[in-house]
């Protein structure tokens, strides 16, 4: 019995290592998924859609919708919308405005608007002081002009080539240019030239009788407006610096 029981036995334990051993076994590993950039078979997914570009969903510009309107037309209209100034009829050139300016107490001064595309800037010029050479003191006289630009808010005098007194001031146009903006410098330059004016008039040379120039005395007081409209340059020579301003 006991050779019977044997065999059994060790029969037994042969399948029981076996199927431990068929059970620790490592798994076998399922074989890699085709990349999506392969070839696919049958039901295989759709490619992603293709984004449109940018410029296709803008929208076009409006062939209908109205041009800004030229700086020049909208310095005019600007002009108009001060009390006391009155415009020129246009030149050939209608980047050049030609203003005149009353102030309340009846002074008159010519102040020219000149937009320059090219430098990007808008010029507001004056020349209601005369000429350097007709000055009793030519460097009396510029002290003067030195002294009044340390002094003013707006503006500045400077002296031409052809030896001219002039009173400027400039706009930048890279930003738009407002109305106040405009009115400030406008009205600032006006008030330069009104103080100024009869100081650089007392300065300039007198005519005697005889019709030769003589020094012109000094006085205490300042000259009125009818002596600084006489200090005015002549109206034919306005269109010289007109186009040609510095």
């Known amino acids: 019995m006991m ?8 029969g037994l334990a042969l399948l029981g290592s076996a199927g431990l051993a068929q059970e620790t076994a490592p798994p076998r590993r399922k074989p890699a998924a085709p990349p999506s950039g392969g070839t696919q078979s049958g039901g295989a997914s759709k490619p992603p859609a293709t984004a449109r570009p940018a410029s296709a969903t803008q929208t076009p510009p409006d062939p209908n919708a109205p041009k800004p309107k030229p700086l020049h037309e909208t310095l005019r209209g600007y002009l108009r919308q ?15 405005i030609v203003s005149r300016y009353t102030t309340t107490a009846g002074e008159t001064f010519d102040i020219v608007v000149i937009h320059s595309p090219r430098k990007k800037m808008v010029g507001l010029y004056s020349y209601a002081f005369g000429n350097v ?7 009396e006289l510029r002290a003067l002009l030195l002294n009044a630009n ?15 007194i002039g009173l400027k001031w400039s706009l930048r146009t890279e930003t738009p240019i407002t109305f106040e903006a405009f009115q400030t410098v406008y009205l600032g330059l006006a008030a330069a030239a009104k103080e100024y004016a ?28 009818r002596d600084a409209r006489r200090a005015a340059p002549a109206k034919s020579m306005r269109a010289r610096w007109v186009s040609n301003p510095q």
């Open 82 to 96: 001060i009390k006391g100034a009155r415009l020129e009829r246009p030149g050939q050139d209608p980047n050049t």
């Open 133 to 139: 050479e007709q000055a009793a003191d030519a460097d």
């Open 3 to 10: 050779r019977n029981l044997m065999p059994a036995v060790l």
């Open 198 to 225: 009869p100081q650089i008039a007392r300065r300039m040379k007198a005519k005697s009788n005889d019709g030769d120039a003589e020094p012109n005395p000094s006085r205490d007081n300042e000259l009125d407006s």
């Open 150 to 164: 340390e002094a003013m808010a707006f503006g500045s005098f400077f002296v031409d080539r052809e030896q001219d």
